[in-house]
Nanobody, 116 residues
Framework: QVQLVESGGGLVQPGGSLRLSCVASGSISAYTMGWYRQAPGKQRELVAT???????NYADSATGRFTVSRDIAKNTVALQMTSLKPEDTAVYYC???????????WGQGTQVTVSS
C-alpha cells in the first residue's frame, strides 16, 4: 500500500511562487508521480506528472510556469509554481500510479489560494 503526504500549500499573491512537496511511503519507483488539482465546482484535472524515466507531462495552463521534479531514491515529488494566478486556486493532490492506472494512489490534498 502506498501513502502520499503533501505539504507546502498556502495563500500567495498573484505573481508569486509556491513549492509543493509530496513524500510517498511504500514502493513507488515504478510509478508515474505528479500533481492534479481540483477547483470548487470543477473536475479534478492534471497539472503535471513525471514518469520513472523522467518523461514529463504538463497541462497547458502549467506549461512555462510550473516545474515538476522527483527524487526516486527519496520517494518524493515536488511542484514548483511561479507566476501564480487566481485561477490556480485549487486543492492540489499528489498522485502515484502504475501504467494504465491499475494501481492509483492519492494524497489528502493541500490548498493553494492565489489572492491579493
Amino acid at each position: 500500500q502506498v501513502q502520499l503526504v503533501e505539504s507546502g500549500g498556502g495563500l500567495v499573491q498573484p505573481g508569486g511562487s509556491l513549492r509543493l512537496s509530496c513524500v510517498a511511503s511504500g514502493s513507488i519507483s515504478a510509478y508515474t508521480m505528479g500533481w492534479y488539482r481540483q477547483a470548487p465546482g470543477k473536475q479534478r484535472e492534471l497539472v503535471a506528472t513525471m514518469s520513472t524515466n523522467s518523461w514529463t507531462n504538463y497541462a497547458d495552463s502549467a506549461t512555462g510556469r510550473f516545474t515538476v521534479s522527483r527524487d526516486i531514491a527519496k520517494n518524493t515529488v515536488a511542484l514548483q509554481m511561479t507566476s501564480l494566478k487566481p485561477e490556480d486556486t485549487a486543492v492540489y493532490y499528489c498522485n502515484a500510479h502504475s501504467i494504465g492506472f491499475i494501481q492509483n494512489y492519492w494524497g489528502q490534498g493541500t490548498q493553494v489560494t492565489v489572492s491579493s
